[in-house]
């Protein structure tokens, strides 16, 4: 995968996609946006990458929002379409079928606190930045931010944090359930490649399908939500992985969970 505004290497079953823009302090361009699509699409289709890990170039940005410039010539329809086509990206993250780790290096503002909460773990550097801030220059956060940031840190403080414009920092950000852990930022990719080496040792099948069962929480009712991961259980049930977990456990030694 060759990428201009990305950088993707894979080895140990685990992908690192860095965006690389950090003379712009990483952020999001049409052009990087584009190619994060492209690039999750393969991730998604390749065998060898069982967890991915995101973060950002350099130390200073995760990714510090939109490029404003783009937003110059946007009207009503032009708006939408473009929020659209974002949405779709991030979207696809937040569904890729498996477990997507950020490791926020730095600010992580608009479009990059979009990204970060597409992801399904957040881990951050103590120097880290969040927020919403597109309040301040007259509009609201068009990839998902209404809606992830109110998943995960409840109405009350999502309000507070999109209308205000008010960036966090990681402590808070912790303390409210926007991220995972804040670690040093010398620990920061270790401990998010340590992270992503735990979850790769599990059995695939059922990563996969945890994933599903927990995204259903937030886009369906409790009631096809519960049918929904009663069908997933059954699935890994049926599984060699589940076989072997199940054999490793009575005989007290370490499952070899194979991926089928």
């Known amino acids: 995968m060759a990428f201009e505004t990305l950088l993707v ?67 009503d329809k032009k708006g939408v379409e473009f929020a659209r086509r974002g949405q ?28 970060a909460m597409a992801c399904h773990i957040r881990i951050a550097s103590e120097k880290a930045k969040l927020g919403q801030p597109e309040v301040n220059l007259g509009i609201i956060p068009g990839y998902g931010g209404t809606q992830r940031l109110t998943h995960l840190v409840g109405v009350g403080k999502a309000f507070e944090l999109v209308l205000t414009a008010a960036p966090i920092d990681a402590a808070e950000a912790l303390r409210i359930g926007l991220v995972n852990q804040v670690v040093p930022a010398a620990e920061l ?40 991961e009663a069908e997933l259980f059954g699935k890994c049930c049926a599984t060699a992985d589940a076989a072997e977990g199940r054999k490793a456990f009575l005989e007290k030694r370490k499952p070899n969970f194979t991926g089928r």
């Open 9 to 75: 290497d894979v080895q140990g079953r685990i992908a690192r996609l860095t965006i690389n823009r950090p003379d712009k302090l990483n952020a999001l361009n049409l052009q990087c946006v584009t190619e994060l699509g492209q690039a999750f699409l393969e991730l998604k289709q390749r065998d060898d990458v069982d967890v991915v890990i995101v973060t950002g170039a350099g130390e200073k940005a995760f990714v510090a929002g939109a490029d404003i410039a783009e937003f110059a010539t946007l009207d």
């Open 189 to 228: 990719m270790a401990t998010a490649q340590a992270m992503a080496t735990v979850i790769a040792s599990k059995a695939q099948p059922a990563v996969r399908h945890a994933l599903a069962a927990v995204n259903a929480t937030l886009e369906k009712p409790l009631a096809e939500g519960l049918r929904l």
């Open 88 to 115: 779709a990206v991030f979207e696809s993250i937040a569904h890729l079928g498996k477990p997507v780790i950020a490791a926020v290096n730095g600010f992580a503002l608009g479009g990059g606190c979009e990204l």
